[in-house]
């Protein structure tokens, strides 16, 4: 089991950035493919991008590509969300995600056993 508690979410200005942070606890992180997702107030949970059990490869949601990074450290069990250029409509709970099963890149909820209890973003214009 692996347990994940996000932190680094707050109020920031449009055109700031954030870093958010995911720290995994329980087995082995390096085991777990990982992901970002967020859910905005009244809306679906979105995903955001995902990383490998390495960190060599990463993969975003198009609505983010270009401004979100994500990376990892697996020696500090750490999974990372740099955020760049943030706008209004980022505003929204953001999750960490964690799964162990075969096949990357995993673009769904449905494929992530593991979450975070999430942390607030608000940007504001």
């Known amino acids: 089991q692996v347990h994940l508690v996000e932190s680094g979410g707050g109020l920031v200005q449009a055109g700031g950035s954030l870093r958010l942070s995911c720290a995994a606890s329980?087995?082995?992180?390096?085991?777990?493919?990982a992901g970002w997702f967020r859910q905005a107030p009244g809306k679906e949970r979105e995903f955001l991008g995902t990383i490998n059990w390495t960190g060599m490869s990463a993969y975003y949601a198009n609505s983010v590509k270009g401004r979100f990074t994500i990376s990892r450290d697996n020696a500090k069990n750490t999974l990372y969300l740099q955020m760049n250029s943030l706008k209004p409509e980022d505003t929204a709970v953001y999750y960490c995600a964690a799964d162990s099963g075969a096949g990357w890149p995993k673009g769904t909820e449905d494929e992530y056993y593991y979450w975070g209890q999430g942390t607030q973003v608000t940007v504001s214009s």
């Open positions: 329980g087995r082995t992180f390096s085991n777990y493919a």
